[in-house]
């Protein structure tokens, strides 16, 4: 792979200084306002992280090292006789900023197929579980026992210097990568089909052996290498990509920070929105007994939500304020190959119905879908049917723009991360309610 290291090193002595600066002499430039309304928020909108990797426009959405989505899918090389891109190439995107050749796609989709084999000790720790246990469970415990394989804590131990910790952390990262598929369809085979397990392919790339190791014909290798894309990365301050920062910010190597990462995506206001839509949309069809909806009949469904004090799943996003790219990327393809399914003809009227209807209440700030208005339909159609199944495969992408993040973290050798908390009485001082008491 020296290659890409070379390449990505050339990238990280460009940046180093530009960071070096900022650091020496615009260190006391405003950047934004800590209000109590944002500490008692959750720290909603407070820019106070630094990431490269990808950024979130209200306006134009998710941007991959400044490419939009649609640019990314347009100009990543795709395998033969696939719509979508290697996911390899994606990954040399984010880490480099650069579109790869062909050549460099592939290469890296060699460097994964080497890396792909996992210890003994990983299938013995998920065979562990129970079989009732949640599979994100599982997903974790199983990336966090290859802790004994990092290349980075062994260097650490023996002694390396800060500037060079990037080298063990891109290793690892390559790592762990290529064995997420492995790991992942060992757990749906464990769980969900008896233990049937599906050898892997090492002629194919990271999607399409995902698509063979899950049983799947195509075009499930398309929309492996899609979920995974589009899930990869999300700016820096959501859950799970934070998760990773802040643990790998204590120089815990990968496997450590992507465990923790992946803890905090199984939490149900992170990455269980797809299965929400999805138990509503079928809720919705029984509702009307499986036939193909009329608008009057989904009108009225959408407004009896509202009027219980329900939200519609799948609709509105925190940030955004039209509607996601990463939804509409999924829309294009569902047109193309779901367009005769049941549940696609419902997410289909509802994409016409549900942002008018929310408009007219005026309470959503977005009455736009976002992606998981999207993504659980099509994994339905293609006979993944185990809503908890639906993280992992988050899990997949998301580890992506983690571990992108992550080795520039090591690269520009950014501090431990340790903000200062305060009490509410300090608060209420600060506001003078104490005062007026």
């Known amino acids: 792979m020296a290659g890409l290291k070379e390449k990505l090193y050339d990238k990280i002595l460009e940046w180093r200084p530009r960071t070096k600066k900022l650091l020496q002499d615009h260190s006391d430039v405003v950047v934004d306002q800590v209000t109590i309304g944002k500490l008692l928020g959750g720290m909603r909108g407070l820019k106070s992280l630094v990431t490269d990797i990808s950024y979130l426009d209200p306006d134009e959405g998710i941007r991959f090292r400044g490419y939009t989505l649609q640019e990314v899918f347009e100009k990543l090389p795709k ?7 290697y996911v390899e190439g994606l990954m040399h995107l984010l880490l480099t900023g650069d579109i790869p050749t062909r050549k460099e796609a592939e290469d890296l989709v060699d460097e994964f197929s080497k ?5 003994r000790y990983v299938y013995e720790v998920i065979d562990a579980y129970p079989c009732c246990s949640h599979p994100m469970a599982i997903f974790s415990s199983a990336i966090l026992s290859m802790h004994r394989e990092s290349f980075f804590k062994k260097k650490y131990e023996a002694g390396i210097n800060k500037k060079d910790l990037w080298d063990p952390m891109f290793e690892d990262s390559l790592n762990l990568l290529a064995k997420l598929p492995e790991i992942a369809t060992y757990i749906y085979a464990k769980l969900y089909r008896d233990g049937n397990r599906i050898q892997s392919n090492p002629n194919m790339d990271m999607g399409g052996n995902f698509a063979f190791m899950m049983g799947k014909e195509k075009p499930y290798d398309d929309v492996a290498r899609m979920h995974f894309i589009l899930h990869s990365d999300h700016e820096s301050g959501n859950v799970s990509a934070h998760t990773g920062h802040l643990v790998a910010s204590s120089l815990s190597d990968i496997y450590l920070s992507v465990s923790a990462m992946i803890c905090g995506l199984a939490g149900p206001l992170h990455g269980l929105a797809n299965q929400g839509v999805l138990m509503w949309l079928h809720e919705l069809m029984d509702r009307l007994g499986g ?6 009949e989904l009108t009225q469904y959408v407004w009896d939500t509202l009027n219980s004090g329900l939200v519609i799943p799948g609709y509105g996003h925190a940030v955004l304020r039209k509607t996601d790219p990463r939804y509409l990327l999924q829309r294009e393809f569902s047109l ?5 399914d049941k549940i696609f003809k419902y997410v289909d009227m509802l994409y016409k119905i549900v942002p008018p209807i929310l408009q007219e209440q005026g309470k959503a700030k977005n009455p736009w879908p976002n992606v998981d208005a999207q993504s659980g339909v099509i994994q339905w159609h293609y006979g993944v049917r185990e809503y908890d199944f639906y993280t992992v495969l988050f899990g997949i992408g998301r580890s992506i723009g983690i571990c992108a993040n992550v080795i520039w973290d090591r690269a520009l050798m950014y501090p431990l991360e340790r903000p200062k908390s305060l009490t509410t009485d300090m608060l209420e001082e600060i506001t003078g309610i104490k005062k007026n008491d």
């Open 115 to 119: 890396r792909r084999i996992l210890p």
């Open 291 to 296: 036939e193909d909806p009329t608008e009057e």
């Open 336 to 340: 193309k190959h779901l367009k005769d």
């Open 79 to 85: 395998p033969q006789k696939s719509e979508m891109p």
